[in-house]
């Protein structure tokens, strides 16, 4: 059940049929497309790909909660290796949209950010973007044990294990090729 609302993204779900009795509840499953700028500028859901989208809309007293799970194509650039990567994710979402709209002082004093049905649809862009974001990696890897780059020639270390450079004590430093030998 639920309805995409003739206005708004295709995220922006009409929610009229739970109407206002706490425990209705019907279940929403979609793919829909990848909204823009879903991720940072290490690693990002893969555009072009859908948000496989599983979730559950229940009628309680204070509004719609939304809870369920979001699976995405991601595409990323190692934080070590510098070699782009992809994956996919899984991502748990749980919110709850307001019946009541906002007043001016009710926005002024809320600290919160507060998710609100407005018109009979909910926009679920936002909750997923800060869901999926949020979920993403800091420092992504293409994969846990990557040993990413040499430190003193840049060389990629899965390409040639065992690499090393002799190490000279900074101390001993500007001695280095002097053999002491005159000609």
């Known amino acids: 059940m639920g309805s995409k609302s003739n206005h708004g993204t295709p995220l922006t779900i009409g929610v009229r049929e739970l109407g206002r009795s706490p425990g ?3 279940k929403f499953q979609e793919r829909v497309p990848v909204p823009e700028d879903f991720g940072t500028p290490l690693i990002s859901v893969t555009p072009g790909t859908d948000l496989d989208l599983e979730l559950r809309f229940e009628a309680v007293h204070e509004g719609i909660l939304v809870s369920g799970n979001v699976l995405v194509d991601v595409t990323g650039q190692c934080s070590r290796c ?3 990567f992809e994956d996919d994710l899984e991502v748990d979402v749980q919110e709850l949209f ?3 709209e906002p007043s001016a002082d009710h926005l002024a004093e809320e ?3 507060q998710r609100w049905v407005e018109h009979d649809s909910i926009d679920l862009e936002p909750v997923l973007r800060d ?3 949020t979920a993403l990696p800091f420092q992504p890897v293409c994969r846990e044990d990557c040993e990413g780059l040499c430190s003193e020639c840049g060389i990629h270390l ?3 294990p065992g690499h ?3 190490v000279v004590d900074p101390r001993w430093a500007a001695l280095q ?3 002491g030998e005159e000609n």
């Open 24 to 26: 209705s509840m019907w």
């Open 82 to 84: 510098l070699e782009n």
């Open 98 to 100: 307001f019946y009541e």
């Open 111 to 113: 600290e919160d950010e």
């Open 131 to 133: 869901a999926v974001v």
């Open 158 to 160: 899965a390409d040639e």
């Open 164 to 166: 090393h450079h002799e």
């Open 177 to 179: 090729g002097f053999t």
